[in-house]
């Protein structure tokens, strides 16, 4: 009985074969799983296909540029300026002005050495008194001369004198006045040489023809200054000044555009210098002759606001406008270009890019310039969005850009 039970309990090596195909069906489907698992994992993880997109940057622009005609470039140019001399030669002694001092017209900048002129006016003043002194002299004898001359004359009439002496009195008298009207005209002489040597010793007073700063220093002191500068070594100016107030920025303007400028048309007026700040201008000339070799026309721009900031030479850009600049319109707005903002269910939105990825912003539209739009919140200048293509972007979409 026991063994027929064991041989109950045997198993059948039929019921455990098993076709090849049935193994693999399992393997399939988790294989196929797995990939599956894996594609997803690498999009989500940013290693999927990226879209090639074109760029542009949020900036900050000023309302004047949707109602600018024509641009130009120029410099900024001292319309009164002087290399400030001295017409004697001589010795440098004393400067008392360095680059950038501010002086005033009729101020002397700079001395040089005088002591033998100085020593001639001295010499003409002191001919002028003696000249003075020999005046009252002159009239003293005048003045004695006439009352002879006249008591002469009655007594010649009663007889009483004789003609000889009345004749040596008359030459006396003419002897007098003339040594009067002589005594004047040394003075008038003495007066024009004290005159003379007060100029000499003038011309060795460097003064300041107008108010003005100084742009150069182009003398030493111990250097010599000479009006012709032909000397070795001499120094034919000492500074040179320039009127701040008469600064201008002079550009060339197409001749093809001459047109669209007139005198007295608003401008703006930007300095590379100071590339964030816009000064108020106005045309001030139209030079009337041509430059044949670049068929340009100078024209000269004249500052409204005069700033310490602005120097003679600094390169500037100049907007010529159609009308002025209103108060409201001086300060600059954010903006981006139109076509980088779209709408979705009523709201604003641009596409912020942030390293490889977009990242979907809401963003708050001002009013249009130009091709560009302002932006009142969202974004800020500098923030680099995407231009195109918008349609095949969404939030976190991995993006590179042409530059990449």
């Known amino acids: 009985m026991a063994n027929e039970d064991l041989t109950k309990l045997k198993i059948e090596k039929k019921t455990m074969h098993r076709s090849p195909r049935a193994y693999k069906r399992p393997l399939f489907w988790i294989a196929l799983v797995v990939l599956l698992v894996v594609a ?44 400030v001399a001295s017409k004697a030669t001589g010795r440098l ?24 002129v100085a020593a001639a006016r001295e010499q003409a003043a ?31 009439a009663g007889g009483i004198v004789a003609k000889a002496d009345f004749d040596s009195a008359e030459a006396r008298y003419r002897r007098a006045v003339a040594g009067v009207a002589g005594a004047r005209s040394g003075i008038r002489s003495a007066e024009a040489a004290l005159k003379g040597a007060a100029v000499a010793v003038e011309y060795t007073l460097i003064r300041s023809p107008f108010d003005a700063v ?52 608003p401008c703006e007026i930007q300095l590379d210098a100071l590339p964030d700040v816009r000064f108020r201008g106005i045309l001030h000339t139209v030079v009337p002759t041509a430059d044949r070799s670049k068929a340009t026309v100078m024209v000269k721009v004249r500052f409204l606001d005069p700033d310490s900031r602005i120097l003679p030479e600094m390169s500037a850009k100049v907007a010529f406008l159609e009308r002025p600049v209103a108060k409201t319109e001086q300060r600059p707005k954010t903006s981006v270009s139109q076509a980088a903002v779209w709408s979705r269910d009523g709201k604003q939105l641009v596409y912020l890019v942030k390293g490889d990825r977009v990242v979907e912003t809401v963003v708050t539209t001002g009013e249009r310039i130009g091709d560009q739009i302002e932006i009142l919140s969202g974004v800020r200048a500098g923030d680099k969005v995407a231009l195109k293509p918008l349609e095949k972007l969404k939030d976190g979409t991995k993006i590179k850009t042409a530059e990449k």
């Not at 994992?41 to 940013?46: A, E």
């Not at 622009?61 to 290399?83: C, D, E």
């Not at 008392?96 to 900048?109: D, P, W």
């Open 93 to 116: 002694e004393w400067l008392g002005v360095e680059e950038g001092s501010r002086v005033r017209a009729g101020e002397v900048l700079a001395r040089l050495e005088n002591r033998d």
């Open 126 to 156: 002191a001919n002028l008194v003696t000249t003075k002194a020999g005046l009252e002299q002159a009239r003293a004898e005048l003045d004695d001369a006439t009352l002879a001359f006249n008591r002469l004359k009655d007594l010649l």
């Open 40 to 83: 997803v994992v690498l999009l989500r993880s940013g290693l999927g296909p990226r879209v090639e997109i074109e760029t542009t940057m949020v900036s900050q622009i000023y309302p004047s540029q949707g109602f600018t005609l024509l641009n130009a470039s120029g410099y900024v140019v001292a319309q009164r300026k002087a290399a």
């Open 214 to 265: 100084v742009l150069t220093k182009d003398a030493d002191v111990g250097d010599i200054v000479t009006p012709l500068g032909a000397a070795a070594n001499a120094k034919a100016a000492v500074v040179t000044i320039a009127d701040m107030k008469s600064l201008q920025v002079e550009a060339d303007v197409s001749e093809a555009n001459l047109g669209k400028v007139k005198e007295g048309q």
